[in-house]
């Protein structure tokens, strides 16, 4: 059975992204006790995926490395991966929390040497890289996966390939016995990070993504642009693997559209002008971006970022909504609409097209337990009334990650208010 | 004091026991590393070895561990023995995980191994366990200066939690902008209309609230001391001064908007009626007042046409006026709209825009607005002239590609926000520089910029925080939005980063988290973030000090500042531990208990150098911890293959490298030093600001050195490394260890 030390003066943090990280980190570095749960066997969440960051293009391992430093140094932070919150009970300053543990079946004593990967034959679809590629059954989820812990895949459970990843470690790490489980704890307050989707593509039907396999997602085109990525950083176009040298980026697939997402994703046209870089760094000269979009929102000095983008002769914008894709007899994907400045009308072949999809809470349609609002999108509310359990990051907007690490140092700080409380009554 | 105690622990497990003689590392740790104790284990991290590490310190007195296992960033949790210190020699991602394994590799496989004990043993017998800043403060009020939006919500929010607060307002009346708004933009569901501003119900919660004490009419004359123990004078109108001790500040100034008089050519000061947002607001509250519509100000008479002008003067890349864009201008013009349209649904508003900015349910916003007809035109404006009372606006209209004149009523320039932050540090100390030759204009610039210094600190390196970007004092690093360069003083709202009352309010919730933060830890004599909970600090030994004040100046942080007799005088609670001043000091007189110019030379030394005829030569690497060792590690994870003439020495920035580090090694016989830090310049990623940057500069003076000892200047080598190099660093290491190869054997050999 899983222990863990808490009491109405802990704080739970759900979800360990960059926001819950964020909210465990600036509370335990505050002297309060945290326990943070995420459901994906490692921590890091989407910002772990990206390649780089805007506007800097900088790479998010950097500061994963740096908080994983901090949160091993500080021992007030108890990680639970593979963790989903269950069940909540009681009310601000005393709640009650269940939490479902999956079975890793690799235990701490795992070194990560790695002997059971070799071993093992079955290979899964791989989850890290939007399944754009395929890994073996037991795996460590990327080089920067905290905990540094191997994770034996359900699916072989009870085959003979899992008695080989046991075999095969020495450290009697595999352990193919455990169960789920469902502990309790306690918690004085808790912070709700549990971030965000990418907009169902296959949604915006007249995109054809799930037709089309040269048209994809922002985010999938990170892992194809990422050396780490399933094509180790080559921008090969899923079809046939022939470079895409001439990609279009289609804005707002799904954003500020009352069919689909109504609100602004905020981070997607900044995205898309980061990707096109992607683009010249992979071909040079040649090359094409070209971005078709409705308003280009670099906010702030992001418009630094905007301004350099637009001074690159290989990057076009053109304002329009893309009003239908098709394929060409070659499988390229075509973008027809109308170019609003001038009304022309266009028919446009690209080696690929990336939908700049937005972002959907991940708690839109979940049912938390406890007492939380959620306006009509989904994204979590400020709720006077109910002062114990706070949104942090993108379950409570559509953020950039400079903005969710804001909302999630705020969201610490609520909840700190509220063990405060306790620790002042309980003194 | 405890009796010290040196223990080394070689790990078996991993197959280290297979790759490597682990008898013979044995024997180097007892024989080389001069350990008292020396212990193997099939698996260290276990269970049961953990135990046996722990039951030395316990009842051996083991006080020094080298642990030689894995990298120091795997199994920290089992390796955890807090007040003793640990050193951690990197077998397996340093050694066996990068050599192939082969016979003809096994020798020098054994020497990198053996080498990496003896690095080991050597550091952690240079190292104690850091016993805590002595100089601490433990004060816990928080002062904030500005009483708007951000700095009301800043101090409420710390008063929720528990701690006094001082807040400190220039004006007569807190409320700040936003008490000069007829209205906000919503920030509710459903996102529709404009709603209350907000301000009267958070100035009766400051009223209300006994924790938190307000000056009006106030300024800050001076801010003396250290996170925890600040001493701050505050001038008051009337004349009288106020001390308060203070442990943390948050500076919400503010901003202004951009000068529309700067404007001509948009009519501003031509006619009356074209205003700036604010003038509209006010238009709003006295119409409200009045209890009548807004009407035109040349004559008074209804306002039938409204036309609103967004980024005026700003997003201009002609450097005229300003670059980027405010953000919350798109929404409140939306806004202002909307005051005409709910007031009369027949007055005409148009917004001319290039991209319409309303991120978030900003969106709503505009989709209400459109609903409410208001219109919306792409467009560039280019003159609006003034005709009698009624304006007249020529413009581009970008979707139809042709030049338009309309004419308004009223018309409204979205300008954009200019930050409260006080003077440039750069531009004062270039000031200053000049001033020191006696002009006397020089001087009175320098008075002139002294006099919008808001914090007024008797730090060495200037009276306020550095600025970032465009007069904004953000942060620069994307993960770390709170990040600036003065321990324990955080920035919030639209001083920091352009950004609407909303925002503002979340930042300040979060900065007056921060603030706390920095109150608690400084009490415990804890380092701020990036080395959080560091117990560590620089101590200077004053007897050796030249007074160069290379330390003092160098400090990324501002924690150094100089006493009386000229010396430097460390500030231990500003300080992030960087070791920057360790490695500026050209006489070396600066040291942490746990990482000093000892720590990382007595590795340099403990390394075995073969002679000249072995062609084995030897490649000192110092990486930052952050980025290159994490590549490295990772590289190794990976199996990607490097020179085994490499020794690599993790530091904690290159800043912090000691230029004799570099003599040493290469006195020492070394062929080669390579550093690898981050990247440095405008975008630079170095976590301690400036920290590659200065380590790279002094680097560049290297170069004299190595002509003096007759070397090859391209021995030593700067590698700017980020953290997914894993793969292409290897290659770079081979490439510079071929290089090496080509040039003779150091002639430093044997001596």
Redesign the interface.
Same mark, same amino acid.
């Given at each position: 059975m899983t222990s863990v030390v808490a009491t109405n003066q802990t704080i739970l943090v759900v979800g360990g992204g960059?926001s819950g990280m964020t909210a465990a980190?600036?509370a335990a570095?505050?002297?309060k006790q945290v326990v943070l749960v995420e459901k994906n066997p490692y921590l890091g969440g989407r910002?772990v995926q990206l390649?780089r960051?805007f506007p800097?293009?900088?790479?998010?391992? *950097? /500061?994963?490395?740096?908080?994983l430093?901090?949160l091993?140094?500080?021992?007030r932070i108890q990680v639970l991966t593979l963790a989903e919150v269950t069940g909540i009970s009681g009310d601000r300053g005393a709640y009650s929390v269940s939490v479902k543990l999956k079975p890793r079946h690799v235990n701490?004593?795992c070194?990560? *040497? /790695?002997e059971c990967g070799r071993a093992v034959q079955t290979e899964i679809a791989d989850e890290f890289n939007y399944n754009l590629g395929k890994i073996k059954a037991a795996y460590?989820p990327s080089?920067?996966a905290y905990p540094?812990r191997y994770v034996i895949d359900a699916s072989i459970i009870g085959t003979a390939d899992a008695e080989r990843a046991k075999a095969a470690c020495?450290?009697d790490a595999v352990d193919l016995e455990q169960q789920e489980e469902t502990i309790s704890l306690n918690a004085g307050a808790i912070v709700w990070a549990t971030g965000w989707q990418p907009y169902a593509a296959e949604k915006i039907v007249y995109y054809g993504y799930d037709r089309f396999a040269n048209v994809i997602t922002n985010v999938e085109f990170e892992r194809l642009a990422?050396?780490?990525g399933p094509t180790?950083g080559k921008i090969l176009r899923p079809s046939d693997g022939k470079e895409a040298k001439n990609v279009a980026f289609i804005q707002c697939a799904g954003s500020?559209d009352?069919n689909h997402l109504?609100?602004?994703?905020?981070f997607c046209c900044m995205a898309s002008l980061k990707q096109t870089h992607y683009v010249q760094e992979a071909f040079g000269d040649a090359g094409k971006s070209t971005i078709y979009y409705i308003?280009?929102?670099?906010?702030?000095?992001?418009?630094?970022f905007y301004?350099k983008v637009k001074t690159n002769p290989n990057v076009s914008f053109v304002?329009s909504k893309v009003a239908r894709i098709t394929e060409d007899k070659a499988g390229n994907p075509v973008c027809n609409g109308v170019n609003?400045?001038?009304?022309k009308r266009y028919a446009t072949a690209h080696d690929l097209v990336v939908l700049a999809v937005g972002m959907e809470p991940s708690v839109k349609g979940m049912d938390i337990p406890g007492e939380v609002m959620s306006?009509?999108?989904g994204f979590i509310?400020a709720d006077p009334a109910n002062a114990g359990i706070f949104g942090a990051g993108c379950a409570t907007?559509?953020?950039d990650?400079?903005?969710a690490?804001?909302?999630a140092?705020?969201a610490?700080?609520?909840a700190?208010?509220v063990v405060?409380?306790v620790a002042?009554a309980e003194a | 004091m405890a009796e010290t105690k040196t223990a080394a622990y070689i790990c078996k497990g991993c197959d280290i026991d297979k790759r490597v003689d682990v008898a013979a590392l044995v024997k180097t740790a007892t024989k080389s590393g001069k350990m008292n104790l020396v212990r193997e284990h099939d698996f260290l991290c276990s269970a049961a070895g953990v135990a046996m590490i722990q039951n030395d310190i316990d009842n051996e007195g083991v006080t020094h561990a080298a642990l030689c296992a894995c990298s120091r960033r795997a199994k920290t949790e089992a390796f955890n023995f807090p007040n003793t210190a640990i050193s951690r020699g990197n077998l397996r991602e340093g050694v066996i995980w990068i050599r192939p394994d082969t016979d003809a590799a096994r020798e020098t496989t054994q020497e990198m191994a053996e080498d990496y004990v003896r690095m080991a043993c050597a550091e952690v017998k240079a190292m104690t366990v850091p016993g805590g800043n002595p100089n601490t403060g433990t004060v816990k009020t928080l002062l904030v200066v500005g009483g708007g939006m951000s700095g009301m919500t800043s101090a409420l929010e710390a008063s929720k939690a528990g701690y006094k607060v001082v807040l400190v307002e220039k004006t007569g009346a807190l409320g700040g902008w936003a008490a000069k708004l007829y209205r906000r933009v919503p920030t509710r569901e459903p996102f529709k209309a404009p709603e209350d501003n907000g301000v009267t119900d958070l100035v009766a919660r400051i009223e209300a609230d006994s924790n938190i004490k307000v000056y009006l009419s106030a300024t800050i004359a001076k801010t003396d001391g250290a996170p925890g123990r600040f001493k701050v004078e505050i001038a008051i109108e009337s004349g009288a001064v106020a001390n308060e001790d203070i442990g943390a500040i948050i500076q919400a100034t503010g901003f202004t908007l951009y000068d529309a008089n700067k404007l001509p050519e948009l009519g501003y000061g031509k006619s009356p009626n074209v205003v700036d947002q604010a003038g509209l607001e006010a238009l709003a509250i006295a119409a409200a007042a009045a209890g009548r519509p807004i009407c035109r100000p040349s004559d008074g008479q209804p306002v039938n046409k409204v036309v609103f002008v967004q980024c005026a003067g700003q997003r201009d890349s002609s450097g005229t006026h300003l670059p980027y864009c405010s953000g919350f201008c798109c929404n409140t013009s939306i806004k202002q709209a909307m005051y005409f349209k709910d007031s009369n649904p027949d007055i005409d508003t148009v917004v001319l825009f290039t991209d319409l900015r309303t991120p978030g349910n900003g969106e709503d916003f505009y989709r209400a607005a459109q609903n409410k007809g208001v219109i919306f035109s792409k467009g560039v404006v280019s003159d609006v002239s003034a005709a009698g009372n009624a304006c007249s606006v020529k413009f581009k209209d970008l979707i139809l590609n042709e030049e338009v004149n309309t004419q308004a009523d009223l018309v409204v320039l979205a300008t954009g926000m200019v930050p409260t932050s006080g003077p440039d540090l750069d531009q004062l100390s270039e000031a200053n520089r000049v001033a020191e030759g006696g002009d006397p204009a020089a001087k009175q610039h320098v008075v002139e910029l002294m006099s919008k210094s808001v914090l007024n600190l008797t730090y060495r390196q200037g009276p306020d925080v550095p600025q970032f970007k465009h007069g904004f004092n953000d942060s620069h690093f994307i993960c770390f939005p709170y990040e600036t360069r003065r321990t324990a003083m955080y920035n919030a709202g639209p001083v920091r980063r352009p950004m609407d009352i909303a925002q503002s309010q979340e930042d300040a919730t979060g900065a007056a988290m921060k603030a706390i933060q920095a109150m608690e830890n400084a009490g415990l004599g804890r380092a701020a973030h990036p080395r959080a909970g560091d117990l560590s600090f620089p101590t200077v030994r004053l007897e050796g000090c030249t007074q160069c004040k290379r330390c003092t100046v160098e400090c990324p942080f501002g924690a150094i500042d100089e006493d009386e007799k000229r010396f430097p005088l460390f500030n231990e609670s500003r300080c992030r531990r960087c070791g920057t001043c360790m490695g500026a000091c050209p006489v070396r007189v600066i040291s942490f208990e746990n990482y000093s110019v000892n720590t990382v030379g007595s590795q340099i030394k403990s390394v075995e150098v073969p002679d000249e005829f072995s062609e084995k030569p030897r490649i000192l690497i110092l990486a930052c911890e952050n980025d290159a060792y994490p590549a490295l590690d990772m590289a190794g994870m990976n199996r990607h293959e490097y020179d085994p003439f490499v020794r690599v020495i993790p530091i904690r920035c290159l800043g912090s490298v000691n230029t004799i580090w570099i003599t040493d090694a290469l006195n020492g016989g070394y062929d080669g030093v390579m550093l690898m830090g981050c990247k440095h310049g405008e975008e630079y990623q170095c976590h301690f600001v400036k920290g590659s940057e200065l380590g790279r500069y002094r680097l560049s003076k290297v170069g004299d050195t190595l002509k003096g000892m007759n070397l090859e200047t391209e021995r030593v080598m700067d590698l700017e490394v980020a953290i997914t190099d894993m793969a292409t660093l290897p290659q770079k290491i081979n490439d510079y260890a071929a290089l090496i190869k080509s040039f003779p054997p150091s002639p430093f050999k044997g001596f």
């Open positions: 960059i980190l600036e570095e505050t002297g910002t390649y960051y800097k293009m900088c790479h998010p391992t *950097c /500061g994963l490395e740096i908080n430093r901090r091993k140094a500080n021992p701490s004593n070194t990560a *040497c /790695g460590l080089s920067m540094q020495k450290y990422d050396p780490h180790g500020r009352e109504r609100h602004c994703s905020r308003d280009i929102r670099a906010i702030d000095r992001f418009e630094d301004q304002k609003v400045e001038g009304y306006d009509s999108s509310m907007n559509a953020l990650v400079n903005r690490v804001q909302s140092t705020a610490a700080l609520r700190i208010q405060n409380k002042r | -």
